[in-house]
Protein backbone atom coordinates (compact mmCIF):
# COMPACT_ATOMS: atom_id res chain seq x y z
CA UNK A 1 0.00 0.00 0.00
CA UNK A 2 1.09 3.55 -0.92
CA UNK A 3 -0.08 7.05 0.59
CA UNK A 4 -3.25 6.14 0.79
CA UNK A 5 -5.64 9.10 2.54
CA UNK A 6 -8.84 7.55 4.63
CA UNK A 7 -10.95 9.58 4.98
CA UNK A 8 -14.60 7.87 6.68
CA UNK A 9 -17.98 9.82 6.25
CA UNK A 10 -21.37 9.19 6.95
CA UNK A 11 -24.35 9.18 4.21
CA UNK A 12 -27.70 8.46 3.50
CA UNK A 13 -27.18 5.41 1.31
CA UNK A 14 -23.33 3.90 0.65
CA UNK A 15 -20.10 4.45 -1.11
CA UNK A 16 -18.59 1.33 -2.14
CA UNK A 17 -15.57 1.20 -4.41
CA UNK A 18 -15.91 -1.81 -7.33
CA UNK A 19 -12.40 -2.47 -9.00
CA UNK A 20 -13.44 -3.26 -13.11
CA UNK A 21 -11.08 -5.52 -14.68
CA UNK A 22 -10.60 -4.87 -18.66
CA UNK A 23 -9.04 -8.22 -19.48
CA UNK A 24 -7.73 -8.24 -22.84
CA UNK A 25 -6.60 -10.98 -24.95
CA UNK A 26 -5.72 -10.31 -28.67
CA UNK A 27 -8.53 -7.81 -30.05
CA UNK A 28 -11.14 -9.28 -27.17
CA UNK A 29 -11.65 -8.57 -23.70
CA UNK A 30 -13.52 -10.58 -21.29
CA UNK A 31 -17.27 -10.14 -20.19
CA UNK A 32 -19.56 -12.96 -18.32
CA UNK A 33 -23.63 -12.33 -17.68
CA UNK A 34 -24.32 -10.88 -14.02
CA UNK A 35 -26.18 -12.41 -11.17
CA UNK A 36 -27.30 -9.75 -9.11
CA UNK A 37 -29.60 -7.37 -7.76
CA UNK A 38 -27.66 -4.58 -9.59
CA UNK A 39 -28.34 -5.62 -13.57
CA UNK A 40 -28.88 -8.87 -13.68
CA UNK A 41 -28.49 -10.53 -16.76
CA UNK A 42 -26.61 -7.90 -17.91
CA UNK A 43 -23.62 -8.08 -19.47
CA UNK A 44 -19.81 -6.76 -17.77
CA UNK A 45 -16.50 -6.79 -16.99
CA UNK A 46 -15.16 -9.29 -13.99
CA UNK A 47 -15.46 -6.80 -11.18
CA UNK A 48 -15.41 -6.82 -7.42
CA UNK A 49 -14.93 -4.33 -4.35
CA UNK A 50 -11.78 -2.99 -3.28
CA UNK A 51 -11.01 -4.38 0.61
CA UNK A 52 -10.51 -1.97 3.23
CA UNK A 53 -7.54 -0.73 4.49
CA UNK A 54 -6.01 -4.48 2.81
CA UNK A 55 -5.19 -4.08 -1.12
CA UNK A 56 -4.48 -1.64 -3.56
CA UNK A 57 -6.40 -1.53 -6.58
CA UNK A 58 -4.04 -3.95 -8.40
CA UNK A 59 -4.54 -6.60 -5.98
CA UNK A 60 -7.96 -5.99 -5.78
CA UNK A 61 -8.03 -6.99 -9.58
CA UNK A 62 -5.89 -9.55 -9.53
CA UNK A 63 -7.83 -11.25 -6.30
CA UNK A 64 -11.18 -10.56 -7.55
CA UNK A 65 -10.60 -12.16 -11.08
CA UNK A 66 -8.63 -14.88 -9.72
CA UNK A 67 -11.92 -16.04 -7.87
CA UNK A 68 -14.11 -15.01 -10.14
CA UNK A 69 -12.74 -17.06 -13.35
CA UNK A 70 -9.41 -18.49 -12.11
CA UNK A 71 -7.17 -16.31 -14.20
CA UNK A 72 -3.75 -14.55 -13.40
CA UNK A 73 -2.89 -11.56 -14.54
CA UNK A 74 0.10 -10.62 -16.00
CA UNK A 75 0.12 -6.71 -16.56
CA UNK A 76 -2.00 -4.16 -14.97
CA UNK A 77 -2.27 -0.52 -15.23
CA UNK A 78 -4.88 1.90 -14.26
CA UNK A 79 -7.36 3.31 -17.01
CA UNK A 80 -10.06 5.64 -15.72
CA UNK A 81 -12.31 5.95 -12.41
CA UNK A 82 -16.46 6.32 -12.74
CA UNK A 83 -18.72 7.71 -10.52
CA UNK A 84 -22.25 5.76 -10.56
CA UNK A 85 -25.44 6.36 -8.64
CA UNK A 86 -27.86 3.44 -7.88
CA UNK A 87 -30.62 5.44 -7.18
CA UNK A 88 -33.49 3.46 -8.24
CA UNK A 89 -32.58 0.79 -6.20
CA UNK A 90 -34.43 -0.82 -2.89
CA UNK A 91 -30.77 0.12 -0.86
CA UNK A 92 -30.03 3.17 -2.84
CA UNK A 93 -25.84 3.19 -3.18
CA UNK A 94 -23.11 4.88 -5.13
CA UNK A 95 -20.02 2.85 -6.52
CA UNK A 96 -17.02 4.05 -7.49
CA UNK A 97 -15.66 2.51 -10.45
CA UNK A 98 -11.79 2.22 -10.64
CA UNK A 99 -10.92 0.36 -14.46
CA UNK A 100 -8.06 -1.69 -14.58
CA UNK A 101 -6.53 -2.88 -18.29
CA UNK A 102 -4.96 -6.18 -17.35
CA UNK A 103 -3.26 -9.04 -19.93
CA UNK A 104 -3.21 -12.94 -18.80
CA UNK A 105 -0.47 -14.21 -17.09
CA UNK A 106 -0.90 -17.31 -19.61
CA UNK A 107 -2.49 -16.59 -22.82
CA UNK A 108 -3.16 -19.91 -22.92
CA UNK A 109 -5.57 -19.78 -20.11
CA UNK A 110 -9.72 -19.91 -19.60
CA UNK A 111 -11.83 -18.74 -17.81
CA UNK A 112 -13.97 -20.67 -15.27
CA UNK A 113 -17.14 -20.08 -13.86
CA UNK A 114 -15.92 -20.30 -10.78
CA UNK A 115 -18.78 -18.24 -8.67
CA UNK A 116 -21.93 -19.25 -10.77
CA UNK A 117 -24.64 -18.00 -7.90
CA UNK A 118 -22.82 -14.30 -9.69
CA UNK A 119 -22.20 -15.20 -13.46
CA UNK A 120 -24.17 -17.48 -15.59
CA UNK A 121 -20.83 -17.56 -17.65
CA UNK A 122 -17.93 -15.89 -19.57
CA UNK A 123 -17.10 -15.40 -23.35
CA UNK A 124 -14.55 -13.27 -25.03
CA UNK A 125 -15.97 -10.79 -27.33
CA UNK A 126 -14.78 -7.94 -29.97
CA UNK A 127 -14.80 -4.46 -28.29
CA UNK A 128 -16.62 -3.09 -31.06
CA UNK A 129 -19.05 -5.65 -30.69
CA UNK A 130 -20.46 -5.96 -27.18
CA UNK A 131 -23.20 -8.52 -26.62
CA UNK A 132 -26.25 -7.14 -25.05
CA UNK A 133 -27.55 -5.78 -22.79
CA UNK A 134 -24.45 -4.60 -20.82
CA UNK A 135 -24.36 -3.36 -17.15
CA UNK A 136 -25.41 0.51 -17.19
CA UNK A 137 -21.95 1.61 -15.63
CA UNK A 138 -20.42 -0.37 -18.88
CA UNK A 139 -23.02 0.53 -21.16
CA UNK A 140 -22.33 4.23 -19.93
CA UNK A 141 -18.53 4.14 -20.46
CA UNK A 142 -18.57 2.73 -24.23
CA UNK A 143 -21.22 4.81 -25.01
CA UNK A 144 -18.60 7.95 -23.66
CA UNK A 145 -16.13 6.58 -25.85
CA UNK A 146 -14.39 4.74 -23.65
CA UNK A 147 -11.86 1.92 -24.93
CA UNK A 148 -9.58 -0.27 -22.94
CA UNK A 149 -7.23 -1.44 -25.69
CA UNK A 150 -3.86 0.25 -26.17
CA UNK A 151 -3.72 3.37 -28.41
Not at 11 to 22: D, E, N, Y
Not at 34 to 63: K, N, V
Not at 126 to 138: A, C, Q, R
Amino acid sequence: MGNETVVVAETAGSIKVAVVVCLLRGQNVLLGRRRSSLGDSTFSLPSGHLEFGSESFEECAARELKEETGLDIGKIELLTVTNNLFLDEAKPSQYVAVFMRAVLADPRQEPQNIEPEFCDGWGWYEWDNLPKPLFWPLEKVVQDGFNPFPT
